[in-house]
């Protein structure tokens, strides 16, 4: 079997399996426990907190572990919206934002805010002079996913923050960066992140654990209460395996230098043998292009339904998604592709292959033998 | 004193000589139905009782689905010596209800000093002096309590209506052909519960469905294996025909053409397991392959009768039986079932038998038949 779904989540790395286990038959005690095993159990957990801070140009203090991505991507948006007060004021996110931000932001409207939608160009990338018309004085948070989950554009994140602040040197600005952390870099400092949100199991860690970032004086209304853990913004009890496993998977990958590069060289060589069939079209930046995430690969074959080809694909032992899988189930087109000028039988026709640190050339290689098999065969029995 | 269940059943109070053959049948289902709660089940004076479950809900939510049952209440067994225990326990059962209430008698025993008006009269009244905010109203009451004087005293209030029908088994075996869509579950259901026992047969079209379009027949499978039993589902790989009908036939047949297949090749398997007709979910004039003619065409190439209880059903009455049975949220996921691949943008509505005959020639049916066979997966659900 190929997994070629990375972007839905990772094979954990064996040392995160092996930290977690530890976790769970020996050092089980309660992070919050006064006695030695459980302080031990916290002083690791801090020693996770810093190998995440420093990949973010962040501090320790500032990493509130949570339950995921979308936790902490609600915590964010909900969280700072409850501390507004006025009238008039706006939040902006991208078109393109997953449903843990594009449902959630919907939600602030009750709390009197607006809601405003960038848009992007016909390459998946928000249009930053259409930002530049749709962000004003009054704009309190803008919103922007890292990478692409569907298309792996990576969002000019620095400019959109830059240009933000020009308009309300105020201006929160959150990232969604799931489908970036340690493949994409990020420096919330430099780049005028004040929120960011990552996952575990998408960087080889475990499912259920993930961090929201906060820059020191960023305040936050809690979204659950009860214990009073993470200073009273998450309450809790910890989930030291999942967060001890986190630490490891960061720590793996912060270890392995050349990882983007190993990545973008696996997507080049596979995207070399697929743009030589017949009907291939990339969806999103160039694959060489800057701005294109080393590791996802959106991919349309002309005249085969994008599912039809993921079920054929399985059968030969590949595992790809058709658009992103959270969405996939509800078998709508996909609203980014849609963005970007598809028409509904291209976003149709669509493909997601993404990559992991699992993956090896010669998987690249048979990958895209069977995609070139499949396709030919497919396309011999289109609608006529 | 102590807790059973009154099960009451319907139809097979009509059978005559061959009463004792259906009542046994009902009652093995009942006890297969109630063997993960451990309950005790006995049959006595048209009646069966369960007793000693570990869960009354779950008991009575598995015995209602029982084919065969009508109606299913929680009762209080007691001796019935004292006829002032009998009426305080149901002045107790009352204490909660509030409106109008009446009294219902029964004895079979006759040897029992107080006949059943009389039995009616006096635990009513006491009910009134001790449970004062309840009133009677012998026509219209909000409850009814039952008092049944058997060998032992039996009082219920609350009542469960059951599917009814013909215990399982009772009526022999068809096939059903389950899509993953909203009617098939329903026909299936409708025909077992006269007792029939099922088989199911399902195309699968790999890779134009997916691993999880089979996953949700498998489970429509499952939801009907609570009210039917175990079966066995017959999953047939379908591609292989489709693509030869579509690259050989005439395009506004090839559904029908599809559809004949699909009855072949379930006729066959249906034999296979022992099987005497076939259910499918198709309703007059719903799609273009369900027109009369349309119907005609498919069920000439089977022997053996074609049962489709949904024929006359509107949409939104099949829906509403798919609520009521629990197969509409797995009907409704999206996953696609029978490919639009292969659908044709004009399909007739008013085929002529020997057309499709003919269109039809150009295919080695026989091979084709074979192959699938041959590559079909049974699974075993419920």
Redesign the interface.
């Given at each position: 079997m190929i997994y070629l779904d990375n972007s839905a989540t990772t094979r954990p790395f064996d040392s995160v399996i092996d930290a977690m286990d530890v976790c769970m038959r020996e050092t089980y005690f309660n992070p919050s426990a006064a006695y030695k095993p459980a302080v031990d159990v916290d002083r690791e957990m801090r020693a996770c907190r810093r190998l995440i801070a420093a990949q973010l140009g962040a501090q320790e203090d500032e990493i509130l572990f949570t339950s995921g991505g979308t936790e902490s991507d609600n915590l964010a948006i909900l969280g700072y919206a409850e501390t507004l007060h006025g009238s008039g004021l706006n939040f902006v996110c991208s078109a393109i934002e997953h449903p843990a931000v594009s449902e959630t932001i919907r939600r602030v409207e009750k709390l009197g805010i607006e809601v405003r939608v960038l848009p992007i160009d016909r390459r998946g990338v928000v249009d930053l002079q259409a930002a530049g018309e749709i962000i004003d004085e009054n704009t309190a948070l803008v919103s922007c996913m890292q990478v692409s989950n569907e298309t792996g554009a990576i969002q000019p994140i620095e400019a959109l923050s830059a240009l933000a602040h020009g308009k309300n040197p105020k201006v929160r600005v959150h990232v969604d960066g799931v489908q970036g952390f340690m493949r994409v870099p990020m420096h919330m400092g430099r780049m005028g992140v004040d929120m960011y949100a990552l996952s575990g199991h998408k960087i080889h860690g475990p499912k259920g654990v993930g961090v929201l970032a906060v820059r020191k004086g960023v305040r936050l209304v809690p979204q659950t209460t009860g214990g009073g853990q993470e200073k009273n913004l998450r309450s809790g009890t910890y989930n030291a395996p999942a967060i001890l496993g986190l630490g490891r998977a960061v720590a793996q990958m912060a270890e392995n230098g050349d990882r983007m590069e190993q990545l973008r060289a696996m997507k080049l060589r596979l995207w070399q043998r697929l743009s030589a069939i017949d009907g291939v079209r990339v969806n999103g930046p160039a694959p060489e292009d800057a701005d294109s995430a080393p590791h996802i690969l959106s991919v349309s074959f002309d005249g085969v339904?994008g599912?039809?080809?993921?079920?054929?694909?399985?059968?030969a032992g590949v595992l790809v998604s058709t658009g992103s899988a959270c969405a996939s189930?509800?078998?709508k087109v996909s609203a980014t592709l849609r963005a970007m000028g598809l028409t509904g039988e291209q976003a149709d026709g669509t493909v997601r292959i993404s990559l992991g640190l699992f993956n090896t050339m010669d998987e690249m290689d048979e990958a895209a033998a069977q995609m070139e098999k499949t396709a030919a065969l497919?396309a011999r029995?289109?609608?006529? | 004193m102590r807790e059973v269940l009154l099960v009451r059943y319907g139809e097979v109070f009509l059978k005559g000589q061959n009463r004792p053959f259906f009542l046994r049948k009902l009652v093995d289902h009942v006890k297969e139905a109630v063997q993960e709660v451990h309950g005790h089940v006995w049959l006595s004076e048209g009646r069966i009782y369960v007793s000693d479950y570990t869960d009354q809900d779950e008991a009575i939510r598995r015995v209602s689905r029982v084919f065969g049952v009508h109606s299913v209440s929680p009762a209080i067994e007691m001796e019935k010596d004292s006829f002032e225990a009998i009426c305080a326990q149901a002045a107790k059962m009352m204490e909660k209800k509030t409106g109008t209430f009446k009294v219902l008698a029964k004895r079979s025993d006759k040897q029992y000093p107080m006949d059943s008006p009389t039995i009616m009269r006096e635990a009513g009244g006491y009910i009134l002096d001790h449970v004062p905010h309840l009133s009677v109203d012998v026509n219209h009451p909000d409850h009814e309590i039952t008092i049944e004087i058997r060998k032992l005293a039996y009082l219920s209030v609350d009542r469960t209506m059951a599917v009814s029908g013909m215990p399982m088994g009772t009526n022999g075996k068809a096939c059903l052909l389950l899509s993953g869509g909203i009617d098939s579950p329903v026909a299936g259901f409708m025909i077992a519960k006269r007792g029939v026992e099922l088989c199911c047969v399902h195309y699968h079209s790999?890779?134009?469905?997916?691993?999880?379009a089979k996953e949700k027949v498998l489970e429509l499978a499952r939801i009907l294996s609570e009210y039917c039993g175990k079966m066995r589902v017959y999953i047939v790989p379908f591609t292989e025909i489709q693509?030869q009908i579509?690259?050989k036939c005439p395009?506004n047949f090839t559904t029908l053409i599809m559809r004949r297949y699909m009855m072949r090749i379930a006729e066959i398997l249906a034999k296979k397991d022992g099987a005497q007709a076939l259910i499918t979910g198709e309703s007059i004039g719903q799609v273009a392959s369900q027109t009369m003619e349309a119907l005609g065409c498919t069920d000439e190439v089977v022997s053996m009768p074609v049962f489709r209880p949904c024929v006359g059903m509107d949409k939104s009455e099949i829906i509403e039986r798919a609520e009521k049975i629990g197969t509409m949220e797995t009907s409704s996921?999206?996953?696609?079932d029978c490919?639009?691949?292969?659908?044709p943008?004009h399909p007739a509505t008013h085929p002529r038998k020997e057309l499709v005959r003919r269109a039809e020639e150009k295919l080695d049916t026989q091979a084709l038949i074979d192959a699938a066979i041959e590559g079909t997966e049974i699974v075993e659900v419920g």
């Open positions: 339904r599912e039809v080809m993921r079920n054929a694909l399985e059968g189930h509800k078998q497919l029995y289109r609608r006529r | 790999f890779p134009y469905t997916s691993e999880r693509m579509h690259e395009e996921l999206p996953y696609e490919c639009t691949v292969f659908t943008k």
